[in-house]
């Protein structure tokens, strides 16, 4: 399904005079108001292949109301439309062998034509495939048997092949591997070889490309991750060398982790490659970004602002920004738009802390003070500096509202059928 420019135009003009208003309240009070137009309007946050269809749990899965993407072309599709909705979702991330591409120049072209290019590609050792010869039951990169890990590794070398025929330039390698129980394994051993498998696949890194070492402290295994936290992911990307970077997926942690502490320390050593946002209230929930702790997320966009400036990166470019969530009672497509709409506000909050005055309250221990200048960014409503900057860039004012009036699902279900299901999870 295309959107037509001239119905967004349409949309926008029934809703612009409340919008200026909103936004002139808001503008009268920034500082280097075109700077941060500017800086949300170059911001792109790349969009899973594997959430646009309607996610389940491992108790069940929920029929949709339907007209959910059947193939890798329709995906794409429907990352076309949110872009063309809110103009910041201009990238796609693989998840290889769910989303194949067959025809790598069809496919890379299908997305030039709606403006997306392609973000990391994620590898899939977590999961027996019907024809793979090794089970990854007892791990895959951490085996105790070399020929596991040698299939673990051929994989990988597999993804990074088809990302160089799409034009991707990462690869995010997130491994299930661990234990379940106290002496299953010898943690040492799975940590050895686990980096000399990785070792193996960075061997393989084109000369552009960059290798994500994703952490996660726990599920499927629940005794012991072999690539558990940020400080065992940071050990490895450092062994590795120069192009490996760790992977922060907000739920990833346990329970009341400092992330926006860690980021800014991975950022310091120049060793942070980006994010898979999502939110959560217990673990892995993944959902929607900034459902459930909003001022955390700010938090971390603070650290990132202030770090990306002080080290001289290009907020749009120099790191990966992608979405790791999936829904089983949202609509797909409005989860995300909420998501990269979550991402754009504390964004956008962040450029409004006043740096130069916080620096002055922490030399002078003025918590108060730090305190007030944080929250004065984070209590402003910064929604019509986002939807100014998606204005001028040719998108829907209020993306969600846009999709309801004209009833996209319901032409989507038209197009496709009731009955689809996405492929992947
Ligand atoms: C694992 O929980 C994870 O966050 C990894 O990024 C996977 O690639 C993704 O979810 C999909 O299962
Ligand atoms: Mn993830
Ligand atoms: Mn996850």
Redesign the pocket.
Known sequence: MQVEKYKIDEFNNSIESAHKRKFDFVAADVNKLEDILKKLADFQVAIPSWALGTGGTRFGRFPSKGGEPRSLEEKIEDVGLLHALNRSSGAISLHIPWDIPSNAKSIKALAAQHGLKFDAMNSNTFQDQPDQKHSYKFGSMQHTDKAVRKQAVEHNIEVIKYGVELGSESL?V?LADGSCFPGQLNFRNAFQNTLESLQEVYAALPDAWKLFV?Y?AFEPNFYSTTVGDWGQSLLYASKLGPKAYT?V?L??HLPNANIEQIVSLLLMEGKLAGF?F?DSKYG?DDLTVGSINPYQLFLIFKELVEGMDTRGMNHASDLGW?I?ASHNVKDPLEDLLQSVEAIMVAYAQALLVDEKALKEAQLSNDVVRAQEILQTAYRTDVRPLVAEARLRAGGALDPVAFYRTQDVRGNLVKERGAKTVATGL
Request: proline share 0%; charged share 40%.
């Open positions: 995010t997130w994703e996660k992977l997926d739920g990833h898979h999502n892995d992608m790791d």
